[in-house]
């Protein structure tokens, strides 16, 4: 998100602390508000992506390995 967004969503925010938005502010700041959590999600999605545990043995796994296989051995502790 360009920086003349996040200072116009932080203005509108201010603002609807301070007074009641029109119905156009409403809208634009909902709409820069998805635009924002989108790309931040899409962002720290690719952090965790990129994210490797790192076992004591040295053995390292990708996040989204270890989380399955951290979930399979939980449903076979409930058998």
């Given at each position: 998100?360009?920086?003349?967004?996040?200072?116009?969503?932080n203005?509108?925010?201010k603002?609807?602390?301070e007074?009641?938005?029109?119905?156009?502010?409403?809208?634009?700041?909902?709409?820069?508000?998805?635009?924002?959590?989108?790309?931040f999600?899409?962002?720290?999605?690719?952090?965790?992506?990129?994210?490797?545990?790192?076992?004591?043995?040295?053995?390292?796994?990708p996040?989204?390995?270890?989380?399955?296989?951290?979930?399979?051995?939980?449903a076979?502790?409930?058998?």
């Open positions: 998100m360009e920086q003349h967004k996040k200072d116009r969503l203005h509108l925010a603002k609807s602390r007074a009641e938005l029109s119905e156009e502010e409403k809208i634009e700041q909902a709409a820069l508000r998805e635009e924002y959590i989108r790309e999600r899409a962002h720290f999605q690719g952090i965790l992506d990129h994210t490797v545990v790192e076992r004591p043995d040295g053995s390292r796994t996040l989204n390995e270890f989380r399955k296989k951290e979930t399979k051995t939980e076979d502790k409930e058998k």
